[in-house]
């Protein structure tokens, strides 16, 4: 079996990033570990091997600051008529399941992911997407990590295409850009023409629950179908997300398309 990263680097992105989206890396040395230890037990260097003491990291990051699981109480305080789920009390069987990766990479900046888009691409693979499959939607916009423009730029998921998703009976979907609809200044630019509700794929999860992958990246190594998606996300208590460690698992006699 192969295991296919498709999670992106967590590390400090405050060069990059904006203001309201960055995230902080501390690495604290084994130099500074052995003065840790001093502080907490009265050893001096002598006692520990190498006269080093252990690494560490401290994170500073929104829940949402890399590749992450949505849950529905990200989208609003209720869904499907009853209190939406937070991050820890998502089913754990929905994020592990077989999976297909969409290629719509062919789609330009701002350009829509519709219904339609959907459907072709099962018609022209004679594939139908089935209840319970981690869909998968791969722009291409993985390719601008390490630009501000990865927060800014990409194609978006209609809430057509995400109501045919989740009529379907599919719990969780995933994109390779910043967000599911989206930038927030094509969102912005939408509502104010009257081209569209803002944030509005996200607000179909109020009606019918469903979770969403972010910031995922690498999904061009991915075949149309013939893998299995495990997305298990932090638990954080009451949360709205969970970063989350997404990996594809190929079966035997299977292949990463690229490396």
């Not at 529905?72 to 077989?98: N, Q």
């Not at 104010?192 to 999904?219: I, M, N, V």
Request: charged content about 20%; overall charge neutral.
């Amino acid at each position: 079996m192969e295991i296919l990263d498709l999670s992106a680097p967590l590390d400090s992105d405050t060069a990059w990033a904006p203001w309201w989206a960055r995230t902080r890396v501390k690495r604290q040395g084994h130099r500074f570990g052995a003065l840790t230890v001093f502080l907490l037990t009265g050893l001096t260097p002598r006692f520990l091997r190498r006269r080093l003491g252990w690494a560490n990291d401290t994170l500073s990051l929104s829940s949402h600051g890399t590749t992450h699981l949505d849950a529905p109480w990200h989208y609003a305080p209720d869904a499907g008529g009853k209190r939406a789920m937070t991050i820890d009390e998502v089913p754990l069987s929905w994020c592990f399941s077989p999976g297909v990766c969409l290629d719509m990479s062919h789609k330009e900046d701002g350009e829509a992911i519709t219904e339609a888009d959907i459907t072709a691409w099962e018609e022209a693979r004679g594939i139908t997407i089935a209840a319970g499959t981690i869909v998968l939607i791969r722009t291409g916009m993985d390719r601008l990590l390490g630009d501000p423009a990865y927060f800014t730029a990409g194609p978006w998921v209609t809430r057509g295409a995400t109501t045919l998703l989740t009529k379907r009976g599919v719990n969780i979907t995933g994109i390779d850009a910043w967000g599911w609809d989206g930038p927030l200044s094509h969102m912005a630019r939408r509502a104010k023409t009257g081209k569209g509700e803002f944030w509005e794929s996200h607000y179909q999860g109020a009606e019918t629950p469903y979770c969403h992958l972010e910031r995922l990246a690498g999904l061009h190594r991915l075949p149309d179908q013939g893998f299995t998606v495990c997305c298990f996300p932090l638990k954080v208590k009451g949360g709205s997300a969970g970063p989350s460690r997404v990996v594809a698992l190929m079966p035997d006699g299977e292949e990463g398309l690229l490396p």
